[in-house]
């Protein structure tokens, strides 16, 4: 196992060069492949992909997709606050992705992004990456990211074997596979609390969120991490679209991002 160097922890991870806000961009599926049981790889591409945002893997975007019975698809613009929306008979359905690499069957739909914390990791002496199968795409990114002298543990939670894929992690990074079937509880939270940790730790944690807001709440209550120690998005909830979760979801991250921000 390889050591870390003196100058670790002045590497952030996923520092994005800053970019002008810019509207949703229009872009075409050029590929779609399964790479594993549960996990599909989408390939976009088009001309409106221009001016994408270097070194965006592991963030997030959201993608627009047409409802049911629209002939085309109408994408909100960007105005001096923020979106402005069309009507709601025309307001496209949004689904949040993870860029998995920015490097592409012919589908409209709309992208805004990339988003997330900038960097994704704050520099510490080890990390910990604990996510489920919606995780996979961000981790596999942060991974392949760091320093080949970084430490730390990866926790990924699949439902079968057939969803482990190989990833490119340092060696002094440990990569451990959980599975669970959909009828058991998570696992990360328990696996989480048999980890021993330094003090400069930095965990980043995603999934569904009862899985992530257990875990966070357990860093913060029990091991006494800062709000600057972490990152915690809740991508699904069990049984809700991603409009009925909205709310939750961003209340989450929100109160880590204004406590992060104070300290």
Do not use: C
């Not at 800053?18 to 989408?42: F, G, K, M, N």
């Not at 926790?155 to 079937?181: H, T």
């Amino acid at each position: 196992m390889q050591t870390s160097s003196p100058d670790l922890r002045a590497r952030p991870i996923g520092l994005r060069a800053e970019t002008p806000r810019t509207p949703p961009r229009r872009l075409q599926v050029i590929r779609a492949e399964q790479i594993s049981r549960h996990l599909r790889r989408i390939t976009l591409g088009g001309p409106d992909l221009n001016g994408f945002p270097l070194q965006s893997d592991g963030s997030h975007i959201k993608l627009f997709f047409r409802r049911d019975g629209q002939r085309e698809l109408t994408l909100p613009k960007l105005g001096p606050s923020g979106p402005v929306w069309p009507p709601a008979e025309l307001k496209p359905l949004a689904r949040t992705y993870t860029v998995s690499m920015y490097d592409a069957a012919r589908d409209e739909l709309g992208v805004a992004g990339p988003g997330g914390p900038n960097p994704l990791l704050r520099p510490a002496d080890f990390y910990v990456l604990a996510g489920d199968l919606t995780a996979i795409p961000a981790i596999s990114a942060l991974l392949r990211m760091m320093p080949r002298d970084t430490r730390g543990q990866v926790l990924l939670e699949v439902p079968s074997p057939e969803d482990m894929l190989p990833l490119d992690a340092p060696e002094g990074v440990l990569v451990q596979w959980l599975f669970r079937r959909a009828d058991e509880p998570s696992p990360l939270a328990a696996q989480v609390r048999k980890l021993e940790l330094p003090a400069s730790t930095f965990a980043f944690l995603a999934g569904e969120g009862g899985a992530v807001v257990t875990m966070r709440d357990y860093f913060l209550n029990e091991r006494g991490f800062s709000k600057r120690q972490l990152y915690a998005t809740p991508y699904w909830r069990a049984a809700q679209t991603e409009e009925q979760y909205h709310e939750e979801r961003h209340r989450v991250m929100d109160e880590l991002a204004d406590e992060a921000a104070d300290g």
